[in-house]
Structure formats: structure tokens, C-alpha cells
């Protein structure tokens, strides 16, 4: 039975529901964040709403328990979405990109990732212009890809995310572009519901007040509840609200806490600043793209980083096996052939070649860009631990492609049309 690809994935992320719902590692403390708003908001139902229905008419009070509870289911469902939803990871690459040309790096070779030789080399930063300034671009080892801008490996979760913010061990999860928006949602909404549970308990002191309790310390000793609620609403408010607060200041300048506290922008304009207006309309009145992995997709007997099953995978040995027999392989046969043709194709003249030494120097190389085409042909037939033509390195050849070397540099003093004398050639 084939395996779906959440069962496989590399990452460290906890699925439920057949790979509907992604959580970080750290999926437990979701409990715990539950647990911090039900129970206070039950004490509150319990011990200070209820006597709020027969203080109106028509038992109106009602509405009180009606809304907490309402507002409190809204503040879990934002809860969940920030934290069951994939945050925007990167799709992983099976292997490490191919050295690219052309383009800016910042790093000395020296520092390069990849293997020994210089032609696997690759820089581990790019540089890419974004309204005329420059973002560096780094290299993820673990998903072997250039990261994408304002993209970021998280250590917890062992994904490279989009737009990545944070890690809210809160939520257990990634804070990154498809769900920074409900994250944002959840804390403002626990800021509000904790300032709503703080008013309404210290309305309730004050009625008790006006009532048979005429002190402060009647009313407390009547409904300590009300005081204990007071006091967490209060503390918790302070962090909730604090960081409200802080990411309207980082969504209205277009940064990420993960910006903001490494690259630090209050000295230089940020390259994604869109104005205020702008800033925050991408972050509430954009489509949220969709998932770039499919976790709930088929693979095949190994797990695939793309979500996509490849079908290059799913041969047998036998079929790879007829595939490597069919490749057909340069022998020394082709070579000399080679050096044939391009022995025929040197009509060198006496006026396009005037001594014996350029003759040998043109011989020479392109005997040596024909050994060359062998080498990449016999690598590209085995591009994983081939060892043929090199050896320390330097070029190892055969004795029948050395010995049509030394014929192909006779025949090459014979075809300059030299009119030395014969003892000198």
C-alpha cells in the first residue's frame, strides 16, 4: 500500500487527520494555550457572568454569557488556524542545485559548498536586487535550495518557510505567510476577550459595592473569583496586547520579527515597505496562497521532497540495469576515429603555419579537447562515483590513446608539409 507523503516527510512536524492538519513539534503546548483561555473564561461564566442575568430586565444579562462564549469559540478557531495550517513551507529539492554562472557572489570559493571539485562548486549567498537594494539570498543545506527571499530555516520545525516571522511556542507552530494573518487575528482577539473578562469583573465588584458589601474588601471577600480573574487579565494583557502592538508596528512598515531583530531597518528604508496603507492591505485583504506541498499526496517506496511521485523511482533494478547496458559507452575504436577525422580536417598550410612548433601546439590541443569529450561522456554515464580519466588530478590514459597521440604528432609533421631535411625530422 502506498504511503502518503506526511508519513514520510523529513521535517519535524506532528499530522492528524490523514495529513490535513500540520503542527510543529511542539504540538503539546497548543494544550496548554487552550487550557489558559477556557478556564479562565469558565470561572468567569461561572462565578461572574450568571449573576449579571438578574441584574437587567427581562433576564437581558443573558447576552453577557452569550458573547463570552461566542467571542471565546472565535478566539480558539483563529487558534487553530494559526497553528494546524502549513505556515508556507518550502518544497525540499532531492538534490543540490547545479553550479550557476553569471551571477554575484559574495562569498571566496574558498567558503563554497559542495564537493572537491571546482566544477560542484556553489556560493552560499546570492545577491538579489530588490527596488535597488540588495538582499542576500542564503543556502539551505538541509533542503538543498537557495532559500526564497524573507525566507528562513527554522531549527524547531526543520523547514525552510516563507515570509517566516517566528516560532510561537504558544501555538506550536511556525509563523510564516499563510498564516500570519490569523496569528495576528488571535492575539488581538485575546487581547480584547482579556479586557472584556477584566471590565465586566470589575463592574460586578463595583454592583456588589453598591449593594449589602459597602467596602472594597466585602466585595473581594464576597467573590474572590472576580479578583482572581482581575489580576490574570491583567498580567496576561500586558503580554497579548504588548505584542498587538508590536506587529502593528511591523506590519505597518512591511517587516517580520525575524527582519526587524537580525537586519535591524530603523536606520535604512526596508525594500518591502509598500507605505503604511499598502503594508496593510497585503497582510489582511490578500489571497492567501495555497499550500506548495501536497501532504496528503501518494508516493512511491522512498518519500519524495516535492510531493510529486517520480516515476524514474519506480523502476526495477533489472530496467535500470538495461538502461545502463544500452548507454553507449566512447572505446578507444571511437577515439582513434576521432583522431582521424580531425587529422583530415587540419589541411595546414605553409602560410598559415610557419614552424614545427605551432604545428604540434595545434595537434596537441585539440587531441586534448577530444580526450575531454570522452571524459564527459563516460561521466555522464556515470555520474556518481566515477573515477575514470581521473586519478589525483591529473588524466589517466589508456596506452592505445597515448600511442595515437605519438602517431597523430608524426602524422602531424608529416601533414605541415615541412621541407626540412630528412635527418632533421
Not at 505556515?87 to 532531492?94: D, H, T
Not at 517566516?164 to 487575528?185: A, E, T
Not at 530603523?266 to 506548495?292: A, D, Q, R, V
Not at 587540419?346 to 595545434?362: F, H
Amino acid at each position: 500500500m502506498a504511503k502518503r507523503l506526511y508519513q514520510e516527510w523529513q521535517g519535524t512536524n506532528k499530522f492528524f487527520l490523514g495529513g490535513r492538519l500540520i503542527f510543529g513539534p511542539d504540538v503539546r503546548s497548543l494544550g496548554v494555550t487552550f487550557m489558559l483561555i477556557i478556564v479562565p473564561v469558565a470561572s468567569f461564566c461561572v462565578f461572574v457572568a450568571r449573576h449579571f442575568m438578574n441584574r437587567f430586565h427581562h433576564h437581558s444579562g443573558i447576552a453577557i454569557i452569550l458573547v463570552t462564549v461566542v467571542y471565546t469559540f472565535y478566539v480558539l478557531v483563529l487558534l487553530l488556524l494559526t497553528s494546524g495550517r502549513d505556515p508556507g513551507i518550502v518544497p525540499r529539492n532531492a538534490h543540490p542545485p547545479e553550479h550557476e554562472e553569471g551571477f554575484e557572489s559574495t562569498m571566496s570559493p574558498s567558503e563554497w559548498s559542495g564537493a572537491q571539485s571546482p566544477q560542484s562548486h556553489f556560493p552560499r549567498m546570492k545577491n538579489v536586487i530588490i527596488k535597488g537594494v540588495t538582499v542576500k539570498v542564503k543556502y539551505c543545506d538541509t533542503c538543498m535550495l537557495y532559500r526564497p527571499p524573507r525566507s528562513s530555516h527554522c531549527s524547531i520545525c526543520n523547514n525552510c518557510v516563507e515570509h517566516f516571522d517566528h516560532h510561537c511556542p504558544w501555538v506550536g507552530q511556525c509563523i510564516g505567510l499563510r498564516n500570519y494573518r490569523f496569528f495576528f487575528f488571535f492575539v488581538a482577539s485575546a487581547t480584547l476577550l482579556c479586557i472584556f473578562v477584566f471590565t465586566m469583573s470589575a463592574i460586578y465588584i463595583k454592583f456588589l459595592m453598591d449593594g449589602k458589601a459597602h467596602t472594597v474588601w466585602r466585595a473581594i471577600r464576597k467573590s474572590p473569583a472576580s479578583v482572581i480573574l482581575m489580576i490574570y487579565t491583567f498580567s496576561a494583557v500586558w503580554f497579548v496586547g504588548g505584542l498587538t502592538f508590536f506587529h502593528l508596528y511591523l506590519i505597518s512598515t512591511n517587516q517580520t520579527t525575524y527582519e526587524n531583530f537580525r537586519y535591524r531597518y530603523e536606520n535604512k528604508e526596508t525594500p518591502y515597505n509598500l507605505g503604511i496603507f499598502n503594508n496593510f492591505c497585503e497582510i489582511f485583504c490578500t489571497i492567501i496562497p495555497p499550500s506548495k506541498i501536497n501532504f496528503r499526496a501518494k508516493i512511491g517506496p522512498k518519500a519524495l521532497t516535492s510531493g510529486v511521485e517520480d516515476s524514474s523511482l519506480s523502476k526495477s533494478g533489472a530496467d535500470i540495469e538495461m538502461d545502463i547496458k544500452s548507454m553507449q559507452y566512447p572505446t578507444a575504436g571511437h577515439v582513434a576515429g576521432n583522431m582521424v577525422g580531425l587529422r583530415q580536417q587540419l589541411s595546414l598550410s605553409q602560410a598559415d603555419i610557419e614552424n614545427k612548433g605551432e604545428s604540434e601546439d595545434v595537434i596537441s590541443e585539440t587531441l586534448d579537447c577530444t580526450l575531454v569529450e570522452v571524459h564527459d561522456a563516460r561521466a555522464a554515464a556515470h555520474p556518481r562515483g566515477s573515477s575514470w580519466g581521473r586519478k589525483s588530478g591529473s588524466w589517466e590514459l589508456s596506452p592505445d590513446i597515448l600511442a595515437l597521440a605519438v602517431g597523430g604528432g608524426g602524422e602531424g609533421n608529416q601533414m605541415k608539409g615541412d621541407n626540412s631535411p630528412p635527418g632533421n625530422r
